[in-house]
C-alpha cells in the first residue's frame, strides 16, 4: 500500500493556505475597523471574506478527486495537479483583493486542476469498472 506521502502533504499546504486567507480576513478587520459578526461596509474586508469563502466552496471538489486520483491514478501526478490548485487558490485570492475583475486567471487555473482531477479519478474508476466488470 502507498503512503501517498506526496499528496497528505499537498493536502496540509491547501489547509494552510485557506488558514492563511482566513488570517488575511481578520487583517482586513483590522484595518477597517469592522469587527465581527459585521461582514459589509468595507469592499477591500468585503472581497476578503468572499475569497476565503470561495476556497472554503471549493476544497471539496478539489480534496475528494485528489485523493480519489493519487488512489487510482498516479499519487505524485496527484500531488502536483494539487499544487497547481494551490497557485491557483493564491493568485485568485490576491487579484480578488485587489480588483475583482483581476480573480479570472486564479479561478481559472484552481478550476482547471480540479477538473483534471476530477474527470481523472471518475474516468479511471469507470475504466476500472468496464475492465474488471462491474463495480
Not at 493536502?11 to 459585521?38: C, D, N
Not at 484552481?110 to 474516468?123: D, K, N, P, R, S
Request: aromatic share 12%.
Amino acid at each position: 500500500m502507498q503512503p501517498h506521502i506526496p499528496v497528505a502533504i499537498v493536502t496540509l499546504l491547501a489547509l494552510l493556505v485557506y488558514f492563511w486567507m482566513g488570517l488575511q480576513v481578520g487583517r482586513a478587520r483590522a484595518k477597517s475597523g469592522i469587527a465581527a459578526p459585521a461582514m459589509t461596509g468595507d469592499p477591500v474586508l468585503e472581497r476578503t471574506i468572499r475569497a476565503h469563502y470561495n476556497t472554503l466552496e471549493w476544497l471539496p471538489l478539489f480534496l475528494v478527486p485528489l485523493w480519489l486520483f493519487a488512489i487510482y491514478w498516479n499519487d505524485l501526478v496527484a500531488a502536483a495537479v494539487g499544487l497547481v490548485w494551490i497557485v491557483g487558490r493564491v493568485v485568485y485570492q490576491l487579484g480578488y483583493v485587489a480588483d475583482p475583475k483581476k480573480r479570472e486567471l486564479g479561478f481559472m487555473i484552481q478550476a482547471l486542476a480540479v477538473a483534471v482531477l476530477l474527470f481523472g479519478a471518475l474516468g479511471r474508476l469507470v475504466y476500472a469498472a468496464v475492465v474488471t466488470g462491474g463495480v
